[in-house]
């Protein structure tokens, strides 16, 4: 349950881009996108910071481990450049255009789950005196996921809209809204989010 949200908050949207948002989701990705730009809209209205991370594995360190799981990225610098040209001429890295990305919105381009290590996403919130962050996007149990315990560690409180994130599948996405993100944020609908949004202006 969402108590509150602080003065100083940023919203967080992890890697709504086409390679991201087009793959088949636990729900319906019409409805995240929605949410997720009602979100957007909203902070803008109050004057606060909208963060648009996008991800971009290629040239990742993360991406050169030994997985069980082809995370379809190939591990030689000649392959992975041809796979980078592949995505860019796809549309992998373009931001839905519900999100309406304004020139004063803040983008992010990371390489691994979280989009703060090796960006300077941290450095950015902490000028802006940043205390608390809104996470949305997909997908939930990763890049979500990820960026939550980067800021958690970090020392930021965390509001999770759970309505405006999937997941590619249901058990992964419950098991995060369910078990991990109360125990390090407080999660809500976005209805509630724009409710303590407008609460804080008072």
Known sequence: MITSIDKNTALVLIDLQKGIYSRQTAHPVQDVLHNAARLATAFREAGLPVVVVHVNPIGSPAMTVRAEVNN?????????QQQLEIMKAGG??????DINVQPEDILITKGTFSAFPHTPLLGILRDRHITNIVLAGISTSIGVEGT??????????????TDAMTDTQP???ENSVR???PRIGETGTTEAVLHHLHLREK
Request: some cysteine; hydrophobic content about 45%.
């Open 92 to 97: 992998f890295f373009d931001i839905a255009p």
């Open 148 to 161: 939550a315990r980067s800021a958690n560690e970090h020392g930021f409180n965390i509001t999770f809209a």
């Open 72 to 80: 379809g990225v190939p591990k030689e610098p000649a392959a992975q």
């Open 179 to 181: 078990y991990i993100f």
């Open 171 to 173: 058990a992964c996405h």
